[in-house]
């Protein structure tokens, strides 16, 4: 297996490119996060640093206060080394055992001080984002909200830029947008992939995989040919999906609000890779649409954290079922446990962090003139088109960052509802088709997969005990037609 170290300097976008990564279903193994387990309350890190630091370093809880002991080290070389020499070699032990669980051609290696703690020897290659110094310090500076000297500080402990780029195997270039980012991880991953040397193909994530049986409930033998849980079936409806015009109709308003969320997501990444004013005007539009519906939703998290339960407690129950992939369950289940924390550690409403944005106001309010975003009516919004795409794209990022966990918990969600069950080949007799669904099992989606060059459009009508299926044309300025031809096509109706 292939074992790949990824670093970069403080606000370089190691977080980002490790995500797309993890959205690719590679695995990653943070670092950070195994620093964050090493240090909990009666883990040997825990006792050392209280042994070492004091009980100042501790929050109300009890726990490490880690921007106070940061805090405190950072500003005192040897205080520095001393809580260095507690939990790097803790973190390294923690690294190596969870790389050699891992089954996968390559897995990622998340060490933001790799360079500096000289573990070259436990990675294979070394992926490196890279940036500008003043984008570097910018994003950092506004991710964490505090002063730009605070972060040339933290710059100053960490290897220069020519030392990094030195040591790198493998170089992303992070000074544009999130889209040329994906584009640049993902063409390492099918180069990773190639260096692995093993006849192993993980499963796409840019294109959604499909998809559900038309049958009438989810028996066992169906179970074990979910894509969800057999690798090769995965494989094989993604291909499914890029061939096709994919017409989803939702059974309920929890996945109807999923859909327009993702949709809305889809264009926010579309937008930002367009540098013309329109594009980021486009970007503006839909992130003050997004923070209107988090404003007035205030349980939208809550709602999302009850679908993730929804879910885990269904697929626990697959554990059971001969012939089901356990391992790749298992690794699903982790990632619903992980988001469900993070739900659960996010504090305050979702987009709270654009609230107090005085120029996402300023446009807010005269967004509801119509014509109203002009030179005369906004000069601060004319002025801020105007500058270089580079200065946007940073403010850009920061609005999304308000909106990414709910992105990851979407995308997911949809992701395995659409991935529990295989779409079959069935025909609309004079273009029409209408089929009973088990009213022991709830469905969630209704898909419909016509071919790219079909000259057809479904009108998809659903409830609780049927579902039909008008197949029309459209009539040029007329009102489009019923066909009377027979079509065939495939469906799925999702149930997890």
Sequence with gaps: MLVVGLTGGIGSGKTTVAERFKMLNVPIIDADEIARDVVRPGEIGYNRIVAAFGYAVLDNQRAIDRTRLRT????????????????????????????AAVHAPYCILVIPLLIETQQRDIVDRVLVVDVAPEIQVTRAQQRDRVTAEAIHAIV?????????LAAADDVINNDQNRVALY??????????LKLSGENIK??????????????????????????????????????????????ELPLNEKVRTFLRLESMFHQLEHFLADETQYGSRSVVSLVLELNALFTA??????????????????????MDFDGVNKKRLSGVMADLSGLDQELVAFNGKLGQGLKDDEFL???????????????????????????????RSIEMERWLSEFDLTRRTVYYLLKLIRNSTT?????????????ALDPGST???????????SPHFPEISGGKQRISVHFMSINGAARPTQSKSDIAFDISCCAL
């Design 361 to 391: 106001f300023a446009v807010k309010q005269r967004a509801t003139v119509s014509g109203g975003l002009t030179s005369f009516d906004l000069p601060m919004y004319h002025q801020w088109l105007q500058r270089p795409y580079a200065q």
């Design 443 to 453: 469905f969630h989606l209704i898909r419909i997969f016509l071919p790219i060059d």
């Design 297 to 318: 939703r205030a349980e939208f998290k809550a709602e999302m954290r009850k679908e993730v339960e929804r879910i885990s407690n269904a697929l626990r129950r697959f």
């Design 423 to 435: 779409p079959a080949s069935v025909t609309a007799k004079n273009g029409f088709y209408q089929q």
């Design 202 to 247: 993980l499963p796409e994530a840019t294109q959604p995989a499909s998809l559900a049986e038309p049958a009438t409930n989810v028996a066992s033998d169906q179970i074990r040919q979910m894509p969800l849980l057999n690798e090769s079936r995965a494989a094989e409806t993604v291909t499914h999906s890029a061939n096709s015009v994919i017409y």
């Design 156 to 164: 100053k402990t960490q290897s220069d830029r020519a030392t990094r």
């Design 72 to 99: 405190l080290v950072f500003s005192d070389p040897d205080r520095r080394k001393q809580l260095e020499d507690i939990l790097h070699p803790l973190i390294r032990a923690e690294m190596q055992r969870r790389v």
């Design 183 to 192: 584009e640049q991880v993902d063409a390492l991953h099918t180069r990773f």
